[in-house]
């Protein structure tokens, strides 16, 4: 079979696609024919050797698929040969084959194309965990997202108004807000143009925000953390400007807030009931028609490193899915 492989760490230009073996499933385990996998933010951080986990070289970037079971490994029961599906690999799906664990792979409903199973795990599931089971969102609330046309971006700004709350999103270019203004935010921030503690002051009436959504960090985060009203929640989702900001502690004391930490890729690992019901109603909210993914380009295997490359550079708007 063919594969995206990172021998060694590097730029997205570094990798290579390579016949090698088709995995074989052990205990607990499926092996999936590829149809579809998206393309994410921790992909660039994973390859250079930034990310949380480290796989053994060489490996294929690519960890959310959507494919039909080949073949499945002892014990596995819930699923079988032929069955449509969606999965959480963390890497592998770069590749026409990739093995997943039983527990963090789901089938597809009826009427989904595999395109869009490819791009719901990573987004919607990081969201959907930020702002439901850390932040506590409620239906009334304002929620300003930072870097709102990217991917999970998008997905919060679609799940803001899913919940019922005011959504205020915050982009670098007109083109990325009017996607914003189409998935559902009410109010918009060009804040390459704009102060942004200024606009979200005089949006609320100098009450502030009761949520932050931030997957971007840099240098707008002391400006969105000081936007946050009383008992107001901070979410640190990630840092796509690539600089980890340092934030005077005094702010959260002074306005009793709360500055919370997002990792969902350890929830789905350490909580995986939670995270299949999270699953569950994020499908719900598909087939009611509130959520739908903004699949902007998709790419082959050979086009992978392009893809990574636009990714790094913040050119995504909604996803990017790779079809082998």
Not at 38 to 62: A, E, H, M, R, W
């Amino acid at each position: 079979m063919k594969a995206v492989l990172c021998h060694q760490y590097g730029p997205p230009e570094s990798l290579t696609v390579e016949e090698t073996a088709s995995p074989k499933p052990g205990p607990g385990q499926l092996v999936i024919a590829v149809k579809a996998c998206g393309v994410n933010f921790p992909d660039t951080l994973l390859i250079q050797g930034k990310y949380q986990f480290k796989p053994p070289f060489p490996f294929s970037p690519g960890g959310e698929v959507a494919g039909i079971v080949s073949d499945v490994g002892e014990g596995v029961t819930n699923l079988k040969p032929g069955d449509r599906v969606f999965a959480l690999t963390g890497s592998g799906g770069f590749a026409e084959k990739t093995l997943a664990v039983s527990h963090k792979t789901f089938r597809m409903p009826d009427g989904m194309d595999f395109t869009t199973a490819a791009s719901l795990m990573y987004t919607y599931g990081t969201s959907y965990y930020a702002l439901k089971d850390r932040a506590g969102l409620q239906a009334g609330e304002t929620l300003l997202v930072l870097g709102a046309a990217g991917g999970v971006g998008l997905a919060a700004v679609e799940l803001g108004r899913t919940l019922g709350t005011t959504v205020i999103a915050a982009a670098s270019t007109d083109e990325k807000l009017e996607l914003c203004r189409q998935a559902g935010a009410s109010q918009t921030i060009k804040y390459s143009h704009e102060d942004l503690r200024e606009r979200i002051r005089a949006m609320t009436g100098g009450q502030g925000v009761d949520v932050v959504y931030d997957p971007v960090g840099g240098p707008y985060t002391e400006a969105a953390l000081r936007s946050v009203g009383w008992r107001g929640r901070y979410l640190v989702v990630g840092f796509a400007a690539g600089q980890i900001p340092a934030i005077p502690l005094n702010l959260p004391l002074l306005k009793g807030c709360s500055v919370v930490g997002v990792f969902w890729g350890a929830f789905a690992e350490k909580q995986p009931a939670d995270n299949l019901k999270n699953v569950r109603e994020l499908l719900a909210f598909y087939q009611q028609g509130q959520i739908r993914p903004h699949i902007q380009a998709t790419y082959s295997l050979d086009e992978v490193p392009r893809a990574l490359r636009l990714m790094m550079d913040r050119q995504v708007m909604g996803k990017f899915v790779v079809t082998p």
